[in-house]
């Protein structure tokens, strides 16, 4: 089964509301890991909406699991990273208007640029994965940069109904999934998936990590964040 990456933006989110110094995501990360999350995921943005720099670095020094560090492919982000040395580095598009991320990277269009920052990264020791539709040219193409993983973006799926819809979104990233894996690439999933619709995409052959952290962090408001990260924990094994 899938380990369970936690993603803490929203705990910056709502301490950005206020721009105060609470609730801390430094706090939230060993909250989660407590509870059995087996890494911690932060999207550094380049308009900085909620995680800060701050908030990496000293992440860096307290994560006793592993660290994803999710960022646009630049020339800023990367030297960030270089300095930081995250586990590893999920490179995702990015729009500053955007409410979240919208689909995945169009490899396929920049392969030889971001194959650049991936043999960049990776030289210095950082793995990198490329946040991807299910598509099989944008598959291919990710097998083509090096890097080392792909996640699948999964927001199709948890966005479609229930029924003949989602099941034919479940059958891509399964397809998908399977691609990635014949051409030895390593499987990762993430983006919208709930307590509801994330069984499925837990059972996907191969898959690896998902990450999730807009459905644990809503429910931790109602229940706390231990309880949560346990629930999505207990469901994906």
């Known amino acids: 089964m899938p380990t369970l990456g936690v ?3 929203h705990i910056a989110t709502i301490r950005q509301a206020r721009r105060g110094v ?14 059995g999350a087996d890494g911690i995921t932060v999207h550094l943005r380049e308009d900085r909406r909620h995680i ?27 030297a960030i990273a270089l300095d930081v040395k995250p586990d590893y580095i999920t490179l995702v ?24 920052f991936v ?20 598959i291919q193409a990710s097998a083509k940069t090096g890097a080392k993983f792909i996640e699948l973006h999964t927001g199709t799926y948890a966005n479609a109904k229930a029924g003949e819809s989602r099941d034919r979104q479940l059958q891509a990233l399964t397809d998908g999934g399977a691609l990635a894996i014949k051409l030895g690439l390593k499987l990762n999933a993430g983006h919208g998936l709930d307590y509801r619709n994330t069984r499925p995409v837990a059972l996907i ?11 644990i962090i809503s429910r931790a408001v109602l229940v706390g964040l231990d309880r949560a990260v346990r629930e999505m924990k207990a469901l994906i094994n």
Do not use: C, W, Y
């Open 205 to 215: 052959k191969g898959m690896e990590e998902l990450n999730i952290g807009h459905s």
């Open 119 to 138: 043999h960049q990264l990776q030289g210095a020791g950082i793995p990198v994965s490329l946040f991807v539709d299910p598509e099989t040219a944008q």
């Open 52 to 78: 800060q720099e701050r908030d990496v670095r000293l992440l860096r020094q307290t994560v006793r699991t592993h660290l994803n560090l999710e960022m646009a492919a630049t020339p800023e982000m990367v």
């Open 22 to 35: 609470e609730p801390d995501p430094v706090t939230a990360a060993a909250i989660a890991e407590l509870a």
């Open 7 to 9: 993603n803490i933006d």
């Open 93 to 116: 598009p990015e729009r500053r208007e955007e409410i979240t991320t919208e689909g995945g990277l169009n490899v396929k269009a920049q392969g030889d640029r971001l194959g650049k």
